[in-house]
């Protein structure tokens, strides 16, 4: 037991750490900065949540329920602000010399809201609540591969996985991953008694979620606010009107047409931070025309992606080139071609699937993402140069995820993408991910992250995840136009920290622990 050891690994694979680099890692980032304020009531106004939202997390999809999850729960491990992996409910961990076996030492003296005590019991029974062929959980595809959960006395648990994985850190911070007490060989995700820093004390699905600070959570280094009203505002303009007129402190997902405007308002402090998040619009590739990878590849070449990142994101973010991977991630491949608009190129796909013209629906709505229906429009007119008739169907807000995304033969949907390529790929282009929304399988792809997952050399390592995303973008049914930056406003009495994690919005969906009141 010797290669990755302790409690801190980064994204750039530096298998290091010490004691004192993984206490400091898990504080909340600022460096010298003044210890944050306790007290006052938050009122967040997230673009995200819809009535049949649960606390079930294996059903999580949305930045509502995230972010109230990393609010109210605990995981054994978590990304920090800087994009490395440090120790959260496990006070330490390590690997054999081939990532096949994880010991993870968990954190003594942690309980949940209910008073009872945190145990290897719960941390098991929490894991394989994602497990097993029965589960449905979105994350089931990231733990599928461990194979046996062992308990070593009261503070140790041994993981065995199927192959080597030197990320399996990374994947314990899953957002699915939480930690709840185990009920008759399953858990009590029902009543939210979580062990996080904050407690569940009403929610309202779709509506609203309330929440108080934890007054004996185990470290005093993190939740600020007494209390916590996260409030469900899919509409672009109540939110924005939220924040303006003081009712909320803070708003996500801004109408980027307008952000500068907003930003004018001497109350209002708009950030923006680039990271993972990209936008998708996934095919069924199991029915046609979708399942002709000439047609996928003609839409493909149909869309301006230079115009989409002018246009609805007003320049906070990038082109993407039809893979899940941000060019800040450690194997991006830098090398593959990056396709552009192209209207010749799709009547030449077009006429390989031997078709002269091509009609197909393609389903949008703003809870997909703020500006999805004006992106849909854009994307019709692109699109029609090519010989390709885009029909939009614009759909309601409410139920979008649950009667719309996966439903529909072609849709918009958003990511925020994960802290490691494997993690992504995983959840959302495994032949059988719960998440695949495009439906796509490849057995090459699948048989390449199985190798990729467990190989520690890197450079053969990256060899294969550049295969991956150029499977993805030249064979894959997603179009995936853009990687967006993450624009949100808070009022300026917010203080917020000097880094902000970029694994997922606001801050990593950590607001409610690393922010307070000025």
């Known amino acids: 037991m010797s290669l990755i050891k302790g409690g801190l690994l980064d994204r750039r694979g530096f298998l290091k750490t010490t004691a004192a680099t993984a206490m400091a890692a898990s504080l909340p980032m600022g460096g010298a900065m ?9 009122r967040i106004g997230k673009g995200h949540g819809q009535t049949t939202d649960t606390l079930n997390p294996g059903t999580w999809e949305n930045g509502n329920t995230i972010g109230a999850s990393f609010a109210i729960h605990g995981r054994l491990t978590e990304v920090a602000a800087d994009g490395s992996v440090v120790p959260e409910l496990a006070e330490s961990w390590e690997a054999s010399a081939d990532a096949s076996e994880w010991t993870v030492k968990l954190r003594q003296g942690v309980t949940f809201h209910s008073g009872k005590s945190v145990t290897v019991e719960d941390v098991v029974a929490s894991i394989n609540f994602h497990r097993g062929e029965g589960s449905t959980s979105a994350a089931g595809p990231i733990v599928a591969p461990i194979t046996e959960i062992v308990i070593q006395g009261d503070d ?6 199927d192959g080597g994985n030197a990320d399996f850190p990374f994947i314990l911070t899953d957002y699915h991953l939480t930690i709840h007490p185990a009920k008759d060989d399953s858990i009590d995700w029902q009543s939210g008694d979580g062990c ?7 929610f309202s ?6 929440m108080e600070r934890n007054p004996n959570h185990w470290r005093d280094t993190v939740g600020f606010f007494d209390s916590i009203e996260l409030l469900a505002l899919v509409d672009l303009n109540a939110r924005t009107t939220a924040l303006v ?3 909320v402190d803070v708003i996500d997902r801004l109408d980027l ?6 930003g004018r308002d001497k109350n209002v402090n708009i950030q923006s931070v680039s990271g993972t998040a990209h936008y998708t619009i996934p095919m069924n590739s199991g029915v046609g025309p979708f399942n002709d990878n000439n047609v996928r590849q003609a839409l493909k070449y149909g869309i301006n992606r230079e115009e989409l ?4 994101l007003f320049g906070y973010g990038s082109v993407g080139n039809d893979h899940p991977i941000g060019a800040g991630q450690r194997y991006y491949n830098s090398e593959l071609e990056q396709k552009t608009y192209d209207p010749d190129k799709s009547k030449w796909y077009l006429k390989e699937a031997g078709l002269d013209s091509l009609s197909i629906e393609l389903s949008s709505a703003d809870a997909a993402f703020g500006g999805a229906v004006d992106a849909a429009v854009l994307y019709q007119a692109s699109a029609a140069a090519g010989g390709i008739e885009i029909n939009v169907i614009r759909e309601p807000n409410d139920g ?13 949907s958003y990511w925020s993408g994960r802290p490691v390529e494997d993690q992504m790929f995983a959840t959302a282009y495994k032949c059988d991910a719960s998440w695949n929304e495009s439906f796509w399988c490849n057995d090459r792809f699948d048989d390449l992250m199985v190798q990729a997952r467990a190989e520690l050399d890197e450079d053969k390592r990256r060899a294969m995840y550049w295969e991956m995303q150029d499977l993805c973008s030249n064979q894959g049914s997603s179009v995936i136009p853009m990687f967006n930056d993450y624009v949100f406003a808070v009022n300026k009495k917010i203080a917020l920290p000097e880094t902000m994690g970029t694994n997922w919005d606001l801050d990593g969906e950590r607001w409610a622990e690393r922010w307070s009141f000025a």
């Open 196 to 202: 996080g820093s904050y407690i569940l004390k009403n």
């Open 257 to 262: 047409k307008t952000v500068g405007l907003l």
């Open 205 to 210: 699905p779709g509506v609203s979620t309330m």
């Open 245 to 247: 007129s003081g009712d």
């Open 156 to 161: 140790t648990i041994l993981f065995k996985l």
């Open 400 to 412: 979008y995820w649950s009667d719309v995304w996966m439903k529909k033969n072609m849709v918009f």
């Open 34 to 42: 003044a210890a944050p304020k306790r007290g006052g009531h938050l």
């Open 309 to 312: 990142v002018e246009k609805i």
